[in-house]
């Protein structure tokens, strides 16, 4: 059975740091790169940072750039978001989302889904 399970979300002020864990089970975790969405109410879902299968390469959204860190612990089979100096614009249902292939290009789908954990910055 495959799972995604997101977990280290909540509440904070802004300013303050959350680091999120996505755990996967039942899947080949390492052969593929691996992302987090974000989305908040009323507003599409927006990629704010992928991860290569190797961790060797990174992208980020430019509003969450020098802020937020993704890296991943292949043996964990656990991807994880340090989000630094949140803003109250970073209050989204983050989504730990793992793709098609090994890398970032947009050729590769968005092919496995967490089911969103919540994070919620206050002002």
């Known amino acids: 059975k495959v799972q995604v399970v997101e977990s280290g979300g909540g509440l904070v002020q802004a300013g303050e740091s959350l680091k999120l864990s996505c755990t996967v089970s039942?899947?080949?975790?390492?052969?593929?790169?691996a992302a987090w969405f974000r989305q908040a109410p009323g507003k599409e879902r927006e990629e704010v940072a992928c991860?290569?299968?190797?961790?060797?390469?990174?992208n980020y959204k430019d509003s969450v750039k020098g802020r937020f860190t993704i890296s991943r612990d292949n043996p964990k089979n656990t991807l994880y978001l340090q989000m630094n100096s949140l803003k109250p614009e970073d209050t989204a249902t983050y989504y730990c989302?793992?793709?098609?292939?090994?890398?970032?290009?947009?050729?590769?789908?968005?092919?496995?889904w967490g089911q969103g954990i919540q994070v919620t910055v206050s002002s």
């Open positions: 039942g899947f080949t975790f390492d052969n593929y790169a």
């Open positions: 989302v793992h793709k098609s292939g090994p890398t970032c290009l947009s050729s590769f789908s968005d092919y496995l």
């Open positions: 991860i290569s299968w190797s961790g060797g390469a990174t």
